[in-house]
């Protein structure tokens, strides 16, 4: 198996999981939406192309391991919807009702909202591509992730990658596998045992390796719907332990 290997290393990243009202949470693995969308935008897609965007994250199978932890942050936002180009009555609404504050002159127009990061955070991941021949190949992904058409961020645009995002190719006979043999972050925590990502099926019976323990297997909903700007749909994943060679 062809993998390409990326090195995610930013102040602030930020992996979203379902935003419940006002409350950005985030999950400790990249969703496939955002991998997907990352690529994307390397390569130059524009969100209108969803149909560009919908077969690249069929194709996009990966793996994300956790060298460095870092710390969860909560950042503290308010927006003003008062001014004439924001709709009040379009904001995200908390049992039925528009959020409001008392006092001041932006009381009906202010919206408090609470967004988490992952600070000093260090994943390594691990991609290839269904139909490898089709384009984009995952030599031209390497190309785009070497050279973008447009600025990367890990999950929300301040979310800026602290060094090139593009850690090399390999061969491997899984994902996992690919994350047993790439090498580990200069900052990683220390050992033996990282916390690990990777896709499965419902029915799967992935025996552990030498170098590697299943701790879950569960779905997720982190298909996006492009054309219609949502999530739906699932996948399966595991999450598990990896103790890297290097």
């Not at 090195?7 to 985030?26: H, K, V, Y």
């Not at 890990?154 to 190719?169: H, I, N, Q, T, V």
């Not at 029915?203 to 297997?217: E, Q, T």
Request: aromatic residues 6%.
């Amino acid at each position: 198996m062809d993998v390409l290997l990326l090195r995610f290393d930013a102040p602030l990243m930020s992996f979203g999981a379902p935003i419940i009202d006002n409350q950005g949470e985030i999950q400790p693995y990249p969703a496939l939406s955002m991998m997907t969308g990352l690529l994307g935008n390397a390569l130059g897609f524009d969100h209108s192309e969803f149909e560009r965007l919908e077969r690249l994250q069929e194709r996009l199978r990966y793996a994300s391991r956790q060298d460095r932890r870092g710390r969860q942050i909560e950042d503290y936002q308010t927006v003003d919807l008062s001014k004439p180009y924001m709709d009040d009555d379009r904001a995200w609404t908390t049992h039925g009702k528009i959020e409001s504050r008392s006092g001041g002159s932006a009381s009906d127009g202010t919206h408090i909202r609470h967004r988490d990061y992952w600070a000093d955070a260090v994943h390594t991941v691990a991609i290839t591509l269904n139909a490898p021949s089709e384009s984009p190949t995952l030599g031209e992904l390497t190309d785009a992730v070497r050279h973008p058409a447009r600025p990367l961020f890990l999950g929300r645009k301040p979310c800026l990658p602290a060094d090139s995002l593009l850690a090399g190719r390999m061969q491997a006979g899984t994902l996992p596998e690919a994350l047993v043999q790439a090498p580990l972050h200069a900052r990683a925590d220390d050992g033996p045992s990282y916390s690990a990502w990777w896709p499965s099926r419902p029915d799967a019976d992935d025996p552990p390796g030498n170098h590697l323990d299943v701790d879950l297997r569960e779905p997720v909903t982190d298909r996006r719907d492009w054309q219609n700007q949502i999530h739906a749909g699932e996948r399966w994943i595991v999450s598990g332990t990896v103790q890297p060679k290097t």
